[in-house]
């Protein structure tokens, strides 16, 4: 079983829909991080967490630090999200992070 | 502010080839990473350097050595290349302040083996 699970895998959805994206993790951890990689192949990180909830124009990000889980949410959906989305732990030792494999998503206007 | 660059962005190597990827932070960060992306694995960390002078192993450094020459860069070697080395490979740096990006990639080199 890997350290980091995602679900969904892939994701549809339709411009303008509110979108949700699990993370579930094994391991104790000093932190969380959402990233975002486009079909360019470049990763931006979006969020780094340790607990409770943060918000970033139309992206909120929460961890449940208690039951290893966090979700990465998308307000109004738009084609331009469509991207793939990694959730990635670091570790308690805090040098070293372990990736999910990815949640695709596609927005269709 | 450059960020994380990364050279070259493409590479295909003959086996038993050469190579050295280069990379480069101006964030002053003393982390710096070298993650492989295959398709349908997450990112796994080839080596890493938590500060200049300092080098260790991650999940899979067979075939790979590195180079942390300074705080800045961090290199990357495949001394005789593979076929199962054809990858996406990503360098990253990890600064440790607060703030909403914390974790910094390059654009990363598309290494093709053949």
């Known amino acids: 079983k890997n350290e980091v699970e995602q679900s969904p895998q892939n994701l549809t959805a339709q411009e303008g829909e509110f979108i949700t994206i699990n993370c579930s993790y094994s391991?104790?951890?000093?932190?969380l991080h959402w990233l975002q990689q486009h079909p360019g192949g470049g990763i931006v990180s979006l969020f780094m967490l340790s607990s409770g909830k943060k918000k970033h124009g139309r992206l909120i990000a929460t961890i449940n630090i208690q039951e290893k889980h966090s979700s990465l949410h998308i307000t109004a959906s738009h084609p331009r999200d469509s991207a793939v989305y990694i959730c990635?732990?670091?570790?308690?030792?805090?040098?070293?992070?372990?990736f999910g494999t990815g949640t695709r998503l596609a927005v269709r206007p | 502010n450059a960020g994380v660059t990364q050279t070259p962005k493409f590479q295909v190597l003959k086996t038993g080839q050469s190579m050295t990827l280069q990379c480069a932070q101006d964030?002053?960060?003393?982390?710096m990473y070298w993650y492989r992306q295959d398709p349908g694995m997450g990112l796994r960390l080839i080596y890493y350097?938590?500060?200049?002078?300092?080098?260790d192993k991650g999940e899979v450094p067979n075939g790979y050595n590195v180079s942390r020459l300074n705080k800045r860069e961090f290199s990357l070697r495949l001394e005789s290349a593979a076929p199962s080395q054809t990858s996406v490979y990503f360098c990253?740096?990890?600064?440790?302040?607060?703030?909403?990006?914390?974790?910094?990639f390059g654009p990363g080199t598309r290494l093709t083996v053949t």
């Open positions: 990253a740096s990890h600064g440790g302040s607060s703030g909403r990006r914390e974790q910094y």
């Open positions: 391991v104790g951890i000093s932190a």
């Open positions: 964030m002053n960060h003393n982390s």
């Open positions: 990635a732990v670091r570790g308690s030792s805090g040098d070293k992070l372990t």
């Open positions: 350097s938590a500060s200049e002078g300092t080098t």
